[in-house]
């Protein structure tokens, strides 16, 4: 069999961070000559506009909580699991790919039935719930950072660190110098925010940066995504500031942004602080309280541990506390160079690669 005939089934859903991971590996299979499949639930296509897949599998899942969630979720799931297997036979796929989320589980479930090669993706520092389900069962499990909770004895000494798979356009900030603004340059800075809990940082960081003192304030040039109903709020203290600020619901150039830019504010999500990494970004992470497992504070360690980060923990987050830590940071560009360095340090930006070469290797040990 050629390589170009082997089908590569990919399953992923439910968020945008679990998709944009699956996309970029995708890619990398397609131009190796493999062909695509995407197994997804209703959510994961509204991600999957310009996945590079030559057809979609739609399977039913869901998640659920109390005794008649539960039931309604295992229900979709098995009647998923049918339906998964059906077209793996149809389509002959010779290995699945998981990137974790409820909408995995099916054809994750049906690959180990059916004796497929399988490979599961955990892009956070702790192992999500579907992963760990089903984690013991899989040939290979692969990671985004060298810290993995939660994982079972059983395959924790065996798990691959291969990084988070980056956009192309964020990966080719790898490859440029970071330069810390000189004495009396603008100092840009990106914030940002994840769908979940991103009001504080849209309420709080406009006043923290409007607090500092003014011979930094004047140098801000503020790149900042904010919840719709905060948009003006944001603007109008940039500007009673004295701040020269964009303040959007979405920026479609981040890439730029970043390349430009000498801090970043946010979460700390798998995809961000992946990224923060690649691109050399000193950054002041704001954990988000509600993870699952408190993820996001164990995504940002990675960051923290190198020098790379700061972080404010979610009950201690005010204005105030950061304008404590951006007026030590900001003053000072030998510290912004530091982290920048220690950033890249714990960089892999060839993430998307070495998940292909694990994923050829156990299509390969069948």
């Not at 110098?177 to 925010?193: E, L, N, Q, R």
Request: glycine residues 8%; charged residues 20%.
């Amino acid at each position: 069999m050629t390589a170009s005939s082997r089908v590569c089934v990919i399953a992923a859903g439910g968020t945008g961070g679990h998709m944009f991971a699956a996309e970029a590996l995708a890619m990398v299979m397609k131009a190796r000559g493999w062909r695509i499949i995407l197994a997804t639930d209703k959510r994961g296509q509204n991600y999957a506009q310009k996945f590079p897949a030559e057809m979609i599998v739609p399977l039913e899942a869901a998640t659920g909580s109390g005794v008649v969630g539960m039931i309604k979720a295992g229900t979709a799931i098995i009647k998923g699991v049918g339906q998964a297997s059906t077209a793996f036979n149809q389509l002959g796929a010779d290995v699945v790919v998981g990137f974790g989320g409820y909408p995995s589980a099916p054809a994750l479930v049906a690959a180990v039935a059916t004796r497929r090669p399988t490979v599961i993706h955990e892009q956070n520092a702790v192992l999500g719930k579907t992963n760990r389900f089903i984690a013991a069962s899989v040939d290979a499990v692969a990671s985004a950072f060298s810290i993995l909770g939660r994982a079972p004895k059983s395959v924790a000494d065996d798990v691959q660190v291969v990084g988070n798979p980056v956009r192309p356009d964020i990966r080719a900030l790898y490859d440029r110098a970071y330069k810390a603004p000189k004495a009396k340059d603008p100092i840009h800075v990106v914030v940002t925010g994840g769908s979940q809990g991103a009001r504080i940082l849209s309420e709080e960081t406009p006043k923290a940066l409007a607090a500092l003192p003014e011979e930094l304030r004047k140098r801000l040039r503020v790149s900042q995504q904010a919840r719709f109903e905060n948009l003006a709020a944001a603007r109008k203290t940039y500007q009673e500031a004295g701040i020269e600020a964009e303040v959007e619901q979405f920026f479609d150039d981040m890439a730029n942004r970043l390349n430009r830019a000498h801090l970043v504010i946010g979460r700390s999500g798998a995809g961000t602080c992946s990224e923060l990494a690649v691109a050399a970004m000193p950054s002041v992470l704001i954990p988000l309280k509600i993870a699952t497992d408190d993820h996001q504070t164990l995504n940002a360690k990675v960051l923290v541990d190198a020098g790379a980060a700061r972080t404010i923990a979610e009950d201690d987050f005010s204005a105030q506390a950061l304008t404590q830590v951006l007026g030590e940071v900001l003053a000072d560009p030998a510290t912004l160079s530091a982290m920048s360095a220690a950033a890249r340090s714990v960089a892999i930006p060839d993430a998307a690669e070495r998940l292909a070469d694990l994923v050829e290797a156990t299509a390969a040990a069948r």
